[in-house]
Every structure is written in structure tokens, then in C-alpha cells.
């Protein structure tokens, strides 16, 4: 559903006559090359796909090189447009300054290349962006694969879904969970960590990060105060520590923590997060039970269908620039706030048929909320939320 949506929109702006940058950001592996390879292959026109993983942190001078190959390559071909496709551009050490150096050189020279840069690291890219580069680019952010998504391509079952979560990649390997809980540990989740955040960011207590992501996915679905975390974790330092490697985390695609809804930014920011995976199979890849044994449990399931939900909605409001909240006053509870253009809606999951909507009724009559909306029991089926946009609900 939403990587269809990025083949259209990208593919309409690259036609375009008018040359805006294109910046394509979102976690490791949801197939961001994949997408931009199979756009300008379509369209053929004439593009250099290059990419910086590869290339000595913080090396300028290559990225200069590739536009000037472009260059060439534009005049060689006698093309009316070229298209520079560079992979993973947070690697390169001040590279904003150097596109922006670039991009306005063929500007003034009337030289029609178009340029889509690709990234993971999301805090590092959108730095540069509002930097060096205000007005010159377009973003796209490509988050986890839906369900609908997953069944499309690779006929994933609803179940297939929560346990393995919305990674293209590790589809091939879910016939052989042990080789595919191996592919996830290390092919995504030490290089999120490794690749993404430690060799991108200082970071003082690297085993920190890695402990405070595995406590996270354990109380996935799950309110905790940073006063908590640091009793639960060894060498914790202090929440603001904590609070910012949560953050860099969640720029990773990797685990978010969610604020409370207060209708008031100071306390919504002090509050208690929630933690979130972005996508479930983070969470089953580091669970000694198989799926088979998890589905057998009905307590362990049923908190694997609420983050499943939870991963959705939190993966929609990245993609279509709503916020997430939840909101919880003394014993009362709501699961999720979605917020956009002022309107709220409040969403509440449960997996067995449990009837307290108290939560719903306080909130609502609080903050006078849009809609509420029940999924699972008695509610929308969660196989077919799962299905749904969830901005659509505005």
C-alpha cells in the first residue's frame, strides 16, 4: 500500500520539468534501492546509481567525483536529463554543504541533472536537509512494510504477519525460523544499531543502547518512567541519557517511545513513554519460543496482535505526518491518540473481549476527541486494520 504509493509519487516528480532534489529517507532494509532501481528503470532515462556505505567515513571528495561523472555522462549521451541516484549519502562527512555547493553549480549552468539521495538514518539526513538545503528538496519517508503489503507479495497469513513482521528481506527465510531469527539479528538489527546510529553518533555507552533496545522490545506495548528503566538496566547513567538514545533508536525505525497525550507540549515531553517496536519481527527475533509455541499462549499472542496494531499505526503517522500518543489519568487508559490538523482520534486494542471502555468514554469527553475507535474484539477485526490506512479514519 504505502511503498505503491512512493513508486507513483517519485515517478511523477522525476517527470516533472522543474528539478527538485529528491530524498527518499526510512529504516534499513524496506526496500528503498529497490524501489528508486525499479522507478528509473521504468522511466529510462539515463542514471548513475552509486552508493556511500562502502566508501572511508567522511570522504568529500568522492561524492564530487560521481556528480561530476554524472556530468559526463549528461553531455556523453546528449540527454535532455540525467538522473544521480546516490545510496546511503549520511555517510559522507558534511555532505549537504557539498550537494548544495553542486547542485547550485548546475543550476546557473542549466545542467538538468536530477538528483535522488537515499538514506537511513533519519535524524542525520533531515539535519542536513533544513541546514544547507531548505527549499531545494522533496521528502519521502518509506517506513516498515504493511500487511496488505506482505500478503501481496509473499502471501503472508495474518499470523505470518505478527510473528515476522514487515521485512521484504527475511521473507525467503520463514521457513526455517532458526536461519531466520539469525538473518534478523544480525542482517537488521545489529546493522540498525552498528551502522546507523554508533558509527554515525557519538555515543558514550554503546551497551547501553543495545541493552536499553532489548529492555524496549521486552515491554513492548508497555509504559515504563525512566526511573524504572534505570533500575531495570546495569550502568544506565541518567533519563536524559536514556530519553536521547530512545530517540536515536526510534530514528532507526527500530523502537519508539511514545509521549502521553496532555493537550500541552511541556508535559506531553516529561511524560513516561511507551514503547513501540516498528515492526514486530524485532521483538520475535530475540524470543527463544517459536511461533508455534507463542500462538499457543494465549496471553503471549495477544500481546504480540496489540504491537503488531501498535507497530501499524506508529509506521502510518511517520508516513502520513500525524502524531502518536497514548493517554492514561490514574486507572483510565486509552492506547493510542492519533492527532492531525487538531483532530484527535482515539484507538483502543483488545485482543480477548474485555468491555471496560471507560478509557475511551473519559477521554472523549475531555478532550471532545473526533472519533474512537475499538479494534479486535467486538471491533474492527485486527486482520482487516491491519488492511487500512489508519490517517483514513479522519
Known amino acids: 500500500m504505502f511503498q505503491r504509493i512512493h513508486y507513483q509519487s517519485l515517478t511523477k516528480r522525476l517527470m516533472e520539468p522543474r528539478r527538485f532534489m529528491q530524498v527518499i529517507i526510512g529504516p534499513r ?82 545542467a538538468n541533472i536530477k538528483l535522488v539521495l537515499l538514506g537511513s538514518s533519519r535524524l542525520l539526513i533531515q539535519k542536513g536537509l533544513t541546514e544547507s538545503l531548505a527549499g531545494r528538496f522533496e521528502l519521502i519517508y518509506m517506513g516498515h512494510w504493511s500487511y496488505s503489503e506482505m500478503k501481496a507479495a509473499f502471501d503472508y497469513s495474518f499470523e505470518d504477519f505478527v510473528w515476522f513482521g514487515g521485512y521484504p528481506g527475511s521473507a525467503a527465510f520463514v521457513h526455517d525460523e532458526v536461519r531466520w531469527k539469525e538473518y534478523m539479528l544480525h542482517a537488521i538489527i545489529e546493522s540498525s544499531i552498528s551502522r546507523d546510529i554508533l558509527m554515525l553518533t557519538r555515543i558514550d555507552k554503546p551497551a547501553l543502547m543495545k541493552k536499553l533496545f532489548e529492555l524496549g522490545c521486552l515491554y513492548a506495548g508497555q509504559i515504563l518512567s525512566y526511573t524504572k528503566m534505570i533500575g531495570q538496566l546495569q550502568d544506565a547513567g541518567n533519563t536524559t541519557t536514556l530519553s536521547h538514545y530512545l530517540g536515536l533508536l526510534h530514528t532507526a525505525g527500530l523502537l519508539g517511545g511514545i509521549e502521553k497525550y496532555a493537550g500541552d507540549i511541556i508535559r ?7 514503547f513501540q517496536v516498528h515492526n514486530n519481527a524485532l521483538i520475535s527475533a530475540q524470543l527463544s519460543q517459536t511461533k508455534k509455541q507463542v500462538m ?43 492527532e492531525k490538523n487538531k483532530e484527535l482520534i482515539a484507538l483502543e486494542v483488545k485482543s480477548n473481549d474485555e468491555t471496560d471502555f471507560r478509557g475511551l468514554e473519559a477521554f472523549k469527553k475531555l478532550y471532545n476527541s473526533k472519533k474512537t475507535i475499538l479494534v479486535g474484539a467486538k471491533g474492527i477485526p485486527v486482520s482487516e486494520f491491519l488492511q487500512m490506512n489508519p490517517v483514513e479514519l479522519f
Open 29 to 110: 532494509q524496506v526496500g528503498k534501492t529497490t524501489m528508486v532501481s525499479q522507478v528509473v528503470k521504468d522511466l529510462r532515462t539515463p542514471y548513475l546509481f552509486v552508493s556511500a556505505d562502502a566508501v572511508p567515513l567522511g570522504s568529500g571528495i568522492w561524492l564530487q567525483q560521481q556528480w561530476e561523472f554524472a556530468r559526463l555522462k549528461l553531455k556523453q549521451e546528449n540527454a535532455k536529463e540525467f538522473v544521480l541516484i546516490i545510496d546511503e549519502i549520511q555517510k559522507i562527512d558534511q555532505w549537504s554543504e557539498t550537494v548544495k555547493l553542486l547542485w547550485d553549480e548546475d543550476t546557473r549552468l542549466e
Open 268 to 274: 506531553k515531553r516529561s511524560s513516561s513513554p511507551k
Open 296 to 338: 499457543s499462549d494465549a496471553a503471549a499472542w495477544g500481546r504480540m496482535v496489540e504491537s503488531a496494531v501498535g507497530a501499524h499505526i506508529l509506521n502510518s503517522s511517520l508516513t502520513n505526518h500525524s502524531q502518536l500518543f497514548y493517554w492514561r489519568e490514574n486507572i483510565l487508559e486509552v492506547d493510542f491518540i492519533l
